[in-house]
């Protein structure tokens, strides 16, 4: 495998349900990023971890919580959701997250999420 | 309000065609990134410009980042079907975080 990999590509769940989103990537990058993308909505960041240890978090709500136990992996937990929930989530990763050169993102391929 | 604006927010043109796309800010930025994302797909990054007015060119694909480090054009020659897809710019401002526009989806006919 190479670059950044995204488990599982469909997710369907009902608002009670818990689930997870796993991310990997293989590039030896330090930084990873969740982002939300939903319809006719720029790209919103979620959380950002640099080195292990989250940087920043975008006032997302409490139902959402990252994990992140290694750099090359990232999990999002999902718990008691809403409808507008329902977006595509894309994991990313860079080099580093301190504004070092350019610290372009690596996208990996998103999970469609749909909440019932 | 959105830090950065795309325009124009969808263009469908016919193959063999020249488009220009749009990103606009009232912010300056250290460097701007443009990506085009297919269905199904994330994001894959096309290129990065850090100067103002500098110009980078990608096969057919031609970019500009405005003098002020403000705004930056997308501009396509002879269009394919291949280009179909949304094109999204990204820049980072302070903090370094990366902001992203709205993006344009642009849909090459044959």
């Known amino acids: 495998e190479t670059g950044v990999t995204q488990t599982p590509r469909h997710l369907v769940m009902g608002m009670t349900n818990k689930k997870s989103l796993k991310c990997e990537q293989h590039?030896?990058?330090?930084?990873m990023y969740w982002y939300k993308q939903s319809a006719k909505k720029p790209l919103e960041l979620m959380f950002v971890?640099?080195?292990?240890?989250?940087?920043e978090n975008n006032s997302v709500p409490s139902r959402f919580s990252p994990e992140c136990p290694n750099s090359s992996h990232l999990f999002l937990h999902l718990h008691t959701l809403q409808p507008e929930d329902s977006a595509l989530y894309l994991c990313?990763?860079?080099?580093?997250?301190?504004?070092?050169?350019?610290?372009?993102?690596?996208f990996g391929p998103g999970t469609r999420l749909t909440v019932l | 309000t959105q830090l950065l604006e795309q325009s124009p927010q969808f263009l469908s043109i016919q193959e063999g065609e020249n488009l220009t796309v749009y990103c606009n800010s009232s912010?300056?930025?250290?460097?701007l990134q443009w990506y085009r994302q297919e269905p199904g797909e994330g994001p894959v990054l096309l290129v990065t410009?850090?100067?103002?007015?500098e110009v980078k060119k990608l096969k057919r694909l031609t970019f500009q980042f405005g003098d002020a480090r403000k705004d930056s054009s997308l501009h396509i020659t002879a269009a394919q079907t291949g280009d179909t897809g949304l094109y999204l710019c990204?820049?980072?401002?302070?903090?370094?975080?990366?902001?992203f526009g709205g993006g344009t989806r642009v849909l090459v006919k044959p």
């Open positions: 990313a990763s860079s080099q580093d997250w301190a504004g070092q050169g350019n610290n372009e993102q690596f």
């Open positions: 590039l030896g990058h330090n930084a």
């Open positions: 971890y640099s080195l292990e240890e989250r940087v």
């Open positions: 912010s300056v930025f250290s460097s």
């Open positions: 410009v850090v100067t103002g007015g």
């Open positions: 990204g820049a980072r401002a302070a903090g370094n975080k990366l902001t």
